[in-house]
């Protein structure tokens, strides 16, 4: 079975410092990995996704992650961090269905402060 | 990008009654929709996957006779809330696959606000 774990479910960071957000998954296959940001009153939104290839991905809003496969990890990382930055931060693994989209299993968060 | 809405974005009921959510793509077509629950500071977890012109498809332990998922439309679905109790309160989120570029199969996920249910 898949899981993700994300190990950290507060961290604060002042506004201008780098970030790291850490994820551990465990998955049986290649897995297909993304990272969403959740924030009050609006749907979760697509930061960025690890299919294959390059091991380091960028996203949006100046974010990216790396795989690494040996550590099954996928770390979120942000060199600095803006206060809009602050949100809940999920971590997913999931299958790409033949049908579309994707049965996602989520990391239990974490939640960024951002000191000004 | 795609957008997902939800309706209500919250709802108040009384234990024993029913509530249903609904879950629209504005600008797409979904074949597939999927239903999640999130509990407060918690992840959030598949309910079941909405299907287009057919049965949905439940995660284990989610009761189907609880949860009624119908999937009307290409930009429908819907999740009644059978005879809900206090332990029904959560936050449900619902998702969309929409196509975002022609060449690959993959069909990026847009999420729905979420709708809140408190059972008294």
């Known amino acids: 079975a898949q899981s993700v774990t994300q190990p950290d479910i507060h961290i604060t960071v002042s506004e201008g410092a780098s970030l790291e957000l850490r994820c551990n998954y465990s998955y049986g296959a290649t897995p297909y990995l993304f990272w969403y940001v959740q924030s009050p009153g609006q749907g979760l939104q697509l930061l960025l996704k690890y299919f294959s290839g390059d091991t380091l991905v960028q996203g949006i809003k100046g974010f990216e992650a790396e795989f690494k496969r040996s550590q099954s990890s996928f770390n979120l990382r942000k060199p600095s961090v803006h206060w809009s930055d602050a949100a809940e931060y999920f971590c997913a693994v999931g299958p790409i269905l033949t049908g579309g989209g994707n049965k996602l299993t989520f990391g239990t968060g974490t939640q960024l402060k951002v000191e000004l | 990008g795609a957008v997902v809405s939800q309706h209500p974005s919250w709802v108040i009921c009384k234990s024993g009654t029913s509530v249903k959510i609904e879950c629209r793509s504005l600008?797409?077509?979904?074949?597939?929709m999927f239903w999640y629950r999130q509990f407060p500071k918690q992840s959030l977890m598949l309910m079941a996957t909405s299907n287009e012109g057919s049965k949905a498809t439940y995660e284990q332990g989610v009761e189907k006779d609880k949860f009624l998922i119908n999937h009307a439309s290409l930009t429908l679905s819907t999740l009644t809330v059978t005879s809900a109790h206090p332990e029904d309160s959560s936050f449900y989120i619902c998702s969309a696959p929409a196509l975002t570029w022609n060449y690959s199969s993959y069909n990026e996920q847009f999420f729905g606000p979420g709708t809140r249910l408190t059972v008294l």
């Open positions: 600008d797409f077509q979904a074949t597939t």
